[in-house]
């Protein structure tokens, strides 16, 4: 089935019901919600040519417009390609280039950044800016009334991740995939009902976006911040104005909310449930976090080929608090989700007992189809049904799934995967660079910071600045270090491989 029929459900259902909300004021009930998806479908095949089938882009910041947006892609029966608006604009070109997409959905915050990549987007793509009035008109006419009909198997959401090697990769998710994933939140995670409100203070385009559908579902309010993003004392404040809200947060938010709340003397009052995931969350930080907000929290461990699927630590076993193995739970990332089974495997691809540690695997209806026009990656990743994670865990007796690490140099910072290749690519173009590497360091607030090991070029100074404006020029912001380390030369094996666990060590 399409995912768009949820929203035509809902709208006979609920047509008065309040649908898509910027903070407490309400830009649509359910009716002119899933009328403007309807008639933005038509606009798309009018005026841009886009089938069943085709690939959209966005990349846009969290709105209102955003949802209503993609709705339409699929009432259309196309695929909705969802990029970080935080991404570069030669990097958001990339992903369009790469997938094909027949036009990019993008806003203010993106414009010019993907303007001056204009050259790098396939031949003929289109872009229209989801806070002109050509949106608003293609949003305002006739469209069907009933969504085009789409197979469990169709593809729905295409979206790009990246390894340690390369370029990104597309994990194509269909609407089987994301219906699953979202009954799993049933499940797993919470109950939803037609009085909750859905928070987008994390990009719409990732975790926090994947969650939009089963409130869709369940006619519940969707509820973008006037900011757009995060901000807790924002967050804390709409919490108890629209009360029964859930929203995603990366273990970082968790951290800036819990020290808001401290400082405002409250405890989250009409926030009922706050999903972490996306990155490690310290002991100490959810056991501070439940001593100031109390039982709000559920943890998901999941990854783009799993979207917020392989695991949850539920809001039951945060507060079993008299269980004998308490801490040990909550250190852990939870048991499997409803939907999949999980296994540990040894270097050789068997199953390793209870208790011992390696690459942790899930097979479920949430797994990807693969990857988009990678076959090499789809046979190093899918292995009879198993998608291999790349991180590194154990299960004990009981299910519960504990990380120790991961097998990818992939840096977390503030919830968002950062890539060490592709910051070593942008600054090795610098003349004064002659070799580097990007390593992950601890940081309390953000997870992990991004430290470049650098190697000058005979003759070359120090720059700090000049190596940053580099960064600048290539990459998104966030992936740029937050600090150089400049080298005589980099640690290496005998076959000439850089060493980060030396480098790590010297760093820290």
Not at 128 to 143: F, I, N, P
Not at 231 to 246: I, M, R, S
Request: charge should be negative.
């Amino acid at each position: 089935m399409n995912l768009a029929e949820w929203l035509a459900a809902s709208a006979r259902l609920r047509p008065g019901a309040p649908a898509l909300l910027t903070g407490t004021t309400i830009e649509a009930d359910y009716a002119t919600f899933a009328a403007r998806a309807a008639s933005f479908a038509a606009a798309l095949g009018r005026d841009y040519g886009v089938a069943p089938g085709d690939r959209v882009a966005l990349f846009a910041s969290n709105c209102t417009a955003y949802l209503e947006a993609l709705y339409g892609v699929w009432w259309a029966g196309a695929a909705a390609v969802p990029i970080n608006a935080k991404l570069h604009g030669r990097e958001a070109a990339w992903i369009c280039s790469n997938s094909g997409v027949k036009l990019a959905l993008i806003c203010d915050d993106t414009a010019e950044s993907f303007d001056e990549a204009a050259g790098d987007c396939p031949p003929g793509m289109a872009t229209l800016a989801l806070d002109s009035d050509a949106y608003h008109r293609a949003r305002s006419g006739e469209g069907p009334m009933v969504p085009v009909a789409r197979d469990d198997r169709d593809l729905a959401w295409l979206f790009y991740t990246s390894g340690t090697t390369g370029r990104p990769k597309g994990v194509m998710l269909s609407h089987g995939n994301l219906i699953a994933m979202s009954l799993c939140y049933l499940a797993d995670v919470d109950q939803v009902g037609p009085d909750d409100a859905a928070l987008y203070a994390a990009p719409i385009s990732h975790g926090a976006g994947l969650y939009n559908m089963i409130h869709t579902r369940f006619g519940a309010r969707h509820v973008v911040p006037d900011s757009g993003g995060f901000d807790p004392d924002e967050v804390l404040t709409l919490g108890k104005q629209l009360g029964d809200v859930a929203m995603f947060a990366a273990p970082t938010m968790i951290k800036r909310l819990v020290e808001a709340a401290k400082r405002r003397g409250e405890s989250g009052e009409g926030l009922r449930t706050i999903v972490y995931g996306g990155g490690p969350m310290y002991l100490a930080d959810i056991r501070e976090a439940l001593a100031v907000m109390g039982q709000r929290f559920v943890q998901i461990y999941g990854q783009g080929e799993s979207p917020m699927t392989i695991t949850s630590l539920t809001r039951a076993r945060h507060a079993d608090v008299a269980h004998p193995r308490y801490l040990e739970r909550l250190a852990s990332v939870g048991t499997a989700q409803s939907v999949v089974s999980v296994r540990i495997t040894g270097a050789d691809g068997r199953e390793l007992p209870v208790g011992e540690t390696g690459e942790i695997e899930v097979k479920g209806l949430t797994v990807m189809l693969g990857y988009w026009n990678n076959p090499t990656a789809n046979a190093e990743t899918l292995k009879d049904g198993w998608l291999r994670t790349g991180d590194v865990g154990r299960l004990d007796e009981d299910g519960f799934l504990t990380l120790s690490d991961r097998s990818k140099d992939v840096i977390i910072s503030g919830g968002t995967n950062i890539y060490p290749r592709e910051v070593e690519e942008a600054l090795l173009t610098h003349p004064a660079v002659r070799e580097v590497s990007a390593i992950g360091v601890a940081d309390p607030e953000w997870g992990e910071n991004v430290v470049a090991c650098v190697v000058l070029a005979e003759g070359a100074a120090p720059d700090d600045a000049a190596l940053d404006q580099h960064c600048l020029a290539a990459i998104a912001r966030f992936k740029r270090p937050k600090r150089y380390v400049y080298l005589e030369a980099l640690p290496k094996n005998n076959y000439g491989k850089v060493l980060k666990t030396e480098l790590r060590k010297m760093v820290k």
